[in-house]
């Protein structure tokens, strides 16, 4: 009698959730929409840009995305992998502090520690440690005590890429971190990004208008054009024949 073999079947792996997703959402000021039904999907770990021309609507989704901003419709909805609330790092265009209130960099990167702390608790030495790091980690680390007024636009974004580390975030959400720095700045500030992405796994959404610097560094990308929202692979949102239709020009 022969012996019957069952086949095995391999088990199937549950698809990961998206760490973000955005539902139709509309986003605008006084409830009067800039950008009206978007929809997208930020896969965990991704690394996408989101372009489009000015005044299409990017700053004011992202501020929307990190809460800054009410919705006007739709919905945003987030998975992070051990079900607690997700956390953004959000760095924006522009920090502009106040010049009577000398703060270093080492405590503007302490700002990121606040959203953690319950009320009426004090930055603890730990707390201080942690933001020495993410100095450190963004090429800031020689800038902490400097008053951060007085530094160079380069300087200022990897301090406020610091502050943005520190909140330990599940999503890093830049506007233009590129916008207004040298040549020198805008490749230490990409490598640093890029670094981050690979070495941790850290999913990032990048506003940015650089073309060169958007296809060396992400994966998806996210672009405004006419009033709607379209996603796809770099490679495919930055061939020749798409560019030349959204930017209406003959590429050589």
Known sequence: MGIHET??????????PPLATADRVSVGYDGRPILAEASFVLERGAFAGLLGSNGSGKSTLIKSLVGILPLCAGRFAFRTPDGHALVFGYV??????????????????????????????????SQKTW????LSQSGAGDLESKPFSQLSGGQKQRVLIARALVARPDLLVLDEPTAGVDPAATVAIVEL??????EQGLTILMVNHD?????????????????????????????QARLEAILELRLQ
């Open 7 to 16: 086949p095995i079947t391999p088990s199937k792996v549950p698809p990961i």
């Open 92 to 125: 924006p265009q522009r920090e502009s502090l106040d010049p009577v209130f000398p703060l270093s960099s080492l405590e503007v990167a302490l700002m990121g520690v606040c959203g953690r702390l319950r009320p009426g608790r004090m930055l603890g030495r």
């Open 131 to 134: 933001a020495r790091e993410c």
């Open 193 to 198: 990004l890029t670094r981050l992405h690979r």
């Open 211 to 239: 073309l060169g610097v958007v296809r060396k560094t992400v994966q998806q990308v996210l672009w405004i054009h006419n009033g709607v929202l379209s996603q796809g692979p770099v490679e495919e949102m930055l061939s």
